[in-house]
Each structure stands twice: as C-alpha cells, then as structure tokens.
C-alpha cells in the first residue's frame, strides 16, 4: 500500500473541488495547437537545448497533463505518450484533444494515479512533470520514482516555483487577501479589480478565473512548498542525477577550460551552485543581475527576509512583517546601487513593492496603485523555472 503524502493529497483534494481545469487551453482548430506547438518547440530547443526530434520515438511519461495542451505538442514531435493524469474530469478533454487532432496512436495509455501510486513494467527515456510537482512531499517520492522508471540517460523534465522569482507572486495573494479581508468580496471579483490590467498586458492561453483558481487561490503557492534551485540541484545530484540545463541558466555559463577536460561530477555541481548563489536578483527581477559571491550572500539573506515577511503577510498583515520586508528591501536596494549602477529599472520595482507595502492600511488606495501603476502592471519576477536532469 502506498501511503500518499499530505500536500499532495490536499492538492489533488483542491482541483477535484473546481469547475475549472486549471490549464486548459480550449483548442478546437488546427492553428490553436500549431500556435502552442511553436511556443513550445521554441522554449524547449532554446532554452532547454531539447530539439524536438528527441522525442521522435522517445517513450514519454507525463505526470499531471491535466486538459493534455503539452502531450498534444509532445505526440506531434513523435513520442509515445504515457499520461499519468489523477483527476478523471481532465479525460474526456484528453481523450477529445487526441481524436481531434489525430493523434490517437500516440496515445500510448492513460493511467488514473498520482505519482506516488504509479508504477510500471515499463521504463521510459523522457519523465515530464510541469507545475504541480513542487507540492509533493516529501520530494523523495517523486525523485525516486523518476529514478525507478527512467532508462539510463533517460531525462527527467520538471517545472516548479523557485523561491528567489516569488516575490512578486507571493505580494499578489498578500494584496488580495487584504483586500478580500476588508471588501468582503469573493478572490475572483477582488483579482478582477486589482490585476486585470496586469493580466491583460501579457499573452496567455488560459482564462483569468483559471489563472486566480491555479495560483492566487491555491493554498499550494507558498514559500513552504517553493524550492530554492541551488537545494534541488543538490537533491538531484545525491540521488543520482545530473543537470542537463534549465531556465534560467543553473549551470555555470562563464566556466571556461579545455574541451577534453572532464570536470568531477560534484565540481560541476559545485560550480553551479555558485553560478545560482549568484543569480538571485536575476531570479527576483527576471533580468540579468549577475553578482560577485561576496555581494551574493547579503543579496541571498536579504531576498529570503523579503520573501518569508512578504509570505507571511498573506495569513494576517503586521507592523513587524511589514518593517522587515522594507528592511530586506533597502538592503536589495543598496546592493543594487553598488554593483549594477546603470540597471534603474529593478530599483524601480523595489520602490513600487515600498510603496505597496505602505498601502496595506488602505485597501482603496491600494486597488487605484494596482491598476494603474506601471511598473507594478509589468513587473512579474520569474517564478517558474524548469530544469532537467540526466539520470546517471
């Protein structure tokens, strides 16, 4: 018998209880998925260094497809799908998805289970698990598992909230609880009056509503379930996988010696962990802040203090919170200041999430700063990494 951990059981427990799928795309014409199947034949030869034609016969197992956007790209690319999907109200949409755009052969099975209750005769060169694998704990279940099916050489694909990117993520359920708190309305019509101005300057194929359930609603976009990249590379490492590559870059990009060198696998991982020490305001930013390691660890102390203070006002706003996150703040600021001089538009973020914080007594005044502040409107961190890693 396998005893299902906590967090995932309550995750899987909250999408059951909502009427809408938190990814679905709702593709009913052929240029609908032409459309996604370009965005992720980019991101994955780009970013990913994953071309396409690795997937040409690849043996594919999916974790949480949820509506099957995703598996739809990957069948076009030729893999033989193995989609692991608990939540049967997402079946009918794959099922449809697959006869619909003729890709039925591809669908190899659809198994009803969770990632900690899968198992198979069958192992597979590709394990893709996007969005929700975070929320598994303890990680050994899910890490171990991927172990277990995946052929050696075999890639594991995940994506996940990285704490570093979550700022801004973790202010926007903070402003709309308070705002929640004293209106009385409802997290759709309060997200609706604070970040639809927001939602509506960036391109997306889900809805607003999908968007509020998924992430501002989901009791699982927590600094307690995030990951900081450099403990899950270390993670991975010590049970038997390599990095491959990721988004953003985690490997060390500006290393440079011979080409017949081959480096120790715990020198590499060594090399990256200080590559990552150094790219916590790119992650908190979503732009190059490369830091020198001196100016790295007071840079890391201070987005942790912002990060956890900014969390906890989420659950009940506080003088002290709110002091410490404008501490952590000003050290970010004047680190900054010192070692990127020219770059005005992160300090400029920094400012607005001040001014944020000084408006959490007026929820008025706040609701009018969220919907027609600039910076705010364009400001998202990056809170989404993926990466992937190579079975040794």
Same mark, same amino acid.
């Given at each position: 018998m396998t005893v299902k951990s906590p967090a995932s059981r309550s995750l899987y427990t909250y999408y059951l209880k909502q009427s809408l799928l938190p990814?679905?795309?709702?593709?009913?014409?052929?240029t609908d998925l032409e459309r996604h199947d370009a965005a992720?034949?980019?991101?994955?030869t780009e970013k990913l260094h994953l071309p396409p034609r690795l997937f040409r016969g690849a043996q594919v197992a999916e974790f949480g497809p949820d509506s099957g956007e995703n598996s739809l790209a990957f069948a076009r690319w030729g893999a033989s799908m193995t989609l692991v999907e608990p939540n049967p109200r997402s079946w009918p949409r794959i099922r449809d998805y697959f006869r619909i755009f003729r890709l039925e052969p591809n669908l190899r099975s659809l198994v009803r289970a969770d990632i900690e209750s899968f198992s198979s005769r069958r192992t597979f060169d590709i394990v893709d698990a996007e969005g929700f694998i975070y929320t598994v704990r303890p990680e050994s279940l899910w890490i171990n598992c991927f172990h277990r099916i995946l052929n050696q050489d075999g890639l594991s694909i995940i994506s996940y909230y990285e704490a570093a990117g979550a700022l801004m993520e973790l %202010?926007?359920?903070? +402003?709309? !609880?308070?705002?929640?708190? /004293?209106?009385?309305? /409802?997290? @759709?019509?309060?997200?609706?009056?604070?970040?639809?101005?927001?939602?509506? =300057?960036i391109p997306h194929i889900r809805s607003f509503d999908s968007w509020v359930m998924d992430v501002l609603d989901n009791p699982f976009v927590r600094l307690r379930y995030f990951f900081r990249a450099g403990e899950l590379c270390t993670k991975m490492f010590r049970a038997g996988f390599d990095l491959y590559s990721s988004w953003p870059q985690y490997a060390d990009a500006l290393g440079v010696y011979c080409h017949k060198v081959r480096l120790p696998e715990q020198t590499l991982l060594a090399h990256h962990l200080d590559f990552i =020490? @150094?790219?916590?305001? =790119?992650?908190l930013f979503a732009r190059r802040l490369f830091?020198?390691?001196?100016?790295?660890?007071?840079? !890391?102390?201070?987005? !942790? =203090?912002? &990060?956890?203070? &900014?969390?906890? %006002?989420i659950d009940r706003p506080s003088s002290p %919170?709110? @002091?410490?996150? +404008?501490?952590?703040?000003?050290? +970010?600021e004047k680190v900054l200041r010192t070692w990127h001089p020219s770059e005005k538009d992160p300090r400029s973020v920094v400012r607005c999430i001040r001014q944020i914080l000084a408006r959490f007594a007026q929820p008025e005044a706040l609701v009018r700063f969220c919907r027609t502040d600039e910076t705010? &409107? @364009?400001?998202?961190?990056?809170? /989404?990494?993926?990466?992937?890693?190579r079975k040794r």
């Open positions: 990814t679905y795309g709702s593709f009913s014409k052929s992720r034949r980019a991101f994955f %202010l926007l359920k903070a +402003i709309l !609880s308070r705002v929640k708190e /004293t209106s009385g309305q /409802t997290s @759709r019509d309060a997200a609706r009056e604070l970040f639809e101005p927001k939602w509506d =300057s =020490s @150094r790219s916590s305001l =790119s992650f830091l020198p390691s001196s100016a790295a660890v007071v840079a !890391s102390v201070a987005v !942790s =203090s912002a &990060i956890s203070a &900014i969390d906890g %006002l %919170l709110l @002091r410490r996150a +404008i501490g952590a703040l000003d050290t +970010i705010f &409107i @364009r400001s998202w961190g990056m809170p /989404t990494h993926f990466a992937v890693f």
